[in-house]
């Protein structure tokens, strides 16, 4: 295939990951490398089980994702610290306009995007604790590593450029703090996101990665009643892609900015509603995107 026409289809198979990035950050945490999720590493008590729908839209360009999404969290005791596990099932419908050899592509794809499975564990400062003991809990430091992959069931058809699902897999290690001041929590964590490849990318052409190096931070403020806000950063590099071992485009080197507000409704229930922006493009991969979502928990060890 000519250079040039890899260069337009790897441009446009890579903006549903980045979008579908915002999508999994605002519904269960941390899973993709371009995500500014507030809280990855907090303290819950043991036995808690937390449900979370949400629905959000992301741009980019031309391109719109528009998501549903469904995650369930469960809390456990890992070597006397609270850890907890989730997994996130998506559907989603993409529209957008791309210019492949000249030519104007209109691209339309809908389906079940790949769920998300993570492990999150905190190694210092978030003991395991009780319904009852968690009452008395004050957070200091907490340290903690966390583990997300993508499976890839999603909807995806070979003939076509744009898809909801990747036909891939990734990989993401983390680690991160939290440290409390007052009612602030200042976070800072690191990331790599490590892609398998597409071996039936437009055909039988091999879609391949590099890693993803990313780090974040974030500013929380929790009011007297619980609701918190949150200001976030995040900056990531690499991801120079390939077909066919051809290298197209180039590494990335993006900033992301973005903000959180969470509400309590009652004990049980809570509203979240997220921006994000793209402030810095290398490669002009960026996105802005807004989600909404409802929490309800339940459970905890008495």
């Given at each position: 295939?000519?250079?040039?026409?890899?260069?337009?289809?790897?441009?446009?198979?890579?903006?549903?990951?980045?979008?579908?990035?915002?999508?999994?950050?605002?519904?269960?945490?941390?899973?993709?490398?371009?995500?500014?999720?507030?809280?990855?590493?907090?303290?819950?008590?043991?036995?808690?089980?937390?449900?979370?729908?949400?629905?959000?839209?992301?741009?980019?360009?031309?391109y719109t994702l528009n998501t549903q999404?469904?995650?369930?969290?469960?809390?456990?005791?890992?070597?006397?610290?609270?850890?907890?596990?989730?997994?996130?099932?998506?559907?989603?419908?993409?529209?957008?306009?791309?210019?492949?050899?000249?030519?104007?592509?209109?691209?339309?794809?809908?389906?079940?995007?790949?769920?998300?499975?993570?492990?999150?564990?905190?190694?210092?400062?978030?003991?395991?604790?009780?319904?009852?003991?968690?009452?008395?809990?004050?957070?200091?430091?907490?340290?903690?590593?966390?583990?997300?992959?993508?499976?890839?069931?999603g909807q995806y058809n070979s003939s076509?450029?744009?898809?909801?699902?990747?036909?891939?897999?990734?990989?993401?290690?983390?680690?991160?703090?939290?440290?409390?001041?007052?009612?602030?929590?200042?976070?800072?964590?690191?990331?790599?996101?490590?892609?398998?490849?597409?071996?039936?990318?437009?055909?039988?052409?091999?879609?391949?990665?590099?890693?993803?190096?990313?780090?974040?931070?974030?500013?929380?403020?929790?009011?007297?009643?619980?609701?918190?806000?949150?200001?976030?950063?995040?900056?990531?590099?690499?991801?120079?892609?390939?077909?066919?071992?051809?290298?197209?485009?180039?590494?990335?080197?993006?900033?992301?900015?973005?903000?959180?507000?969470?509400?309590?409704?009652?004990?049980?229930?809570?509203?979240?509603?997220?921006?994000?922006?793209?402030?810095?493009?290398?490669?002009?991969?960026?996105y802005n995107a807004i989600a909404v979502?409802?929490?309800?928990?339940?459970?905890?060890?008495?």
């Open positions: 295939m000519d250079p040039s026409l890899f260069r337009a289809l790897s441009m446009l198979v890579r903006m549903p990951p980045l979008l579908m990035a915002f999508v999994i950050s605002v519904i269960c945490g941390n899973a993709y490398s371009q995500e500014i999720e507030a809280r990855a590493y907090s303290n819950a008590p043991i036995g808690m089980n937390f449900v979370t729908g949400g629905l959000a839209q992301a741009k980019s360009g031309t999404a469904l995650s369930l969290t469960h809390v456990l005791d890992v070597g006397g610290q609270s850890s907890r596990i989730t997994l996130l099932l998506p559907y989603s419908e993409l529209t957008g306009t791309g210019q492949l050899g000249g030519q104007t592509i209109n691209a339309s794809a809908e389906g079940l995007s790949d769920p998300m499975i993570k492990a999150s564990f905190n190694l210092y400062g978030a003991p395991a604790l009780n319904n009852s003991e968690f009452k008395n809990y004050q957070q200091d430091l907490i340290i903690g590593a966390s583990v997300a992959a993508t499976i890839p069931w076509q450029m744009i898809n909801v699902g990747a036909n891939r897999s990734l990989i993401q290690p983390a680690m991160g703090f939290s440290q409390a001041l007052g009612p602030w929590r200042l976070e800072l964590a690191g990331m790599a996101t490590i892609y398998t490849s597409n071996n039936n990318f437009m055909g039988n052409n091999t879609l391949s990665q590099n890693p993803i190096y990313s780090g974040e931070t974030h500013a929380i403020y929790y009011f007297p009643n619980t609701a918190w806000i949150s200001a976030d950063l995040t900056y990531f590099t690499g991801g120079q892609t390939y077909v066919n071992g051809l290298a197209v485009n180039g590494i990335q080197e993006n900033w992301r900015f973005g903000g959180t507000f969470s509400y309590p409704i009652d004990r049980q229930n809570s509203i979240r509603i997220t921006g994000g922006k793209g402030v810095y493009s290398k490669t002009d991969t960026s979502s409802w929490q309800y928990r339940w459970g905890g060890t008495p």
